[in-house]
């Protein structure tokens, strides 16, 4: 599998980490790696063993300091920049879709699209020199892998307006005061503090762990309605599939024994 990602290094284990590998340019994002990431993703997902995923950047400077600038300089026609914007928005979207947690770890900075990497992931972690920003605007540009809307649905739309308007970076702290970081890694190892997380994630079963995130996905994407009628559904299905019964049988076989 991990020769198919020249960019990227694979760690598959029960919790895989992927690590982005260009530290040389700060881990920049090209259409190619965001690409493989989809790519990658779908593969881990097939795998049964494979419980919880870490995205995460190579060195110590950056998880991913913003889109490959040479590329964006590159794309003389709408048509070329739509297709740029089409596949962030449109692999950033099915890692949210995913059927596993997905765990950023910012061991750095988080900037324009890798900030948007980072908010398509279902949690957060960072160590405390992190900077998180969307600093496009200053480039006469705005955040076009999805970022104006995840960054409003977390923070709100005030908030989000003021980062993105003004440019500004956050440093880690502020980001989990914000909302943006869910974990500030007090050693300063996002990937020890993002497996510690992971590991408590997936001490419980990975239907109830996918059901749960798409109910969430829908309500945000589609509005509550759409969000309560998805979580009747998977709540239903939950309880008569042989995790829930098997959960609720050992939960009763407990208090009986209590």
Do not use: W
């Not at 309500?219 to 559904?233: D, H, L, N, Q």
């Amino acid at each position: 599998m991990e020769s198919s990602y020249p960019d990227l290094r694979i760690d598959r284990e029960r919790i895989t980490v992927i690590t982005i590998m260009r530290e040389a340019r700060r881990n920049a994002l090209t259409s190619g790696l965001i690409t493989q990431i989809g790519e990658a993703v779908r593969e881990l997902e097939a795998d049964p063993k494979v419980r919880a995923l870490i995205l995460t950047g190579a060195g110590k400077q950056a998880f991913a300091a913003g889109a490959d600038i040479g590329e964006l300089a590159a794309a003389k026609t709408v048509e070329q920049a739509t297709a740029i914007s089409a596949v962030g928005q449109g692999v950033f979207a099915s890692l949210e879709r995913s059927a596993l947690p997905i765990i950023a770890a910012l061991n750095g900075a988080a900037l324009g699209g890798g900030l948007e990497l980072a908010l398509a992931c279902d949690l957060r972690v960072a160590v405390g020199g992190t900077v998180l920003g969307l600093p496009e605007v200053g480039l006469g540009l705005l955040p076009g892998f999805g970022g104006t809307q995840r960054l409003r649905e977390l923070i709100g739309p005030s908030r989000a307006l003021r980062m993105i308007l003004t440019g500004e970076a956050v440093s880690a702290r502020e980001a989990e005061r914000l909302g943006l970081v869910d974990v500030v890694a007090e050693d300063d190892d996002a990937g020890g503090a993002a497996r510690a997380l992971a590991e408590a994630i997936t001490t419980h079963p990975r239907c109830a762990l996918a059901s749960a995130k798409a109910a969430i996905r829908v309500g945000v994407s589609e509005g509550s309605a759409a969000g309560f009628e998805r979580e009747r559904a998977l709540f239903a299905q939950a309880v008569v599939g042989q995790e829930g019964c098997d959960g609720l049988a050992a939960f009763l076989e407990r208090r009986r024994s209590s």
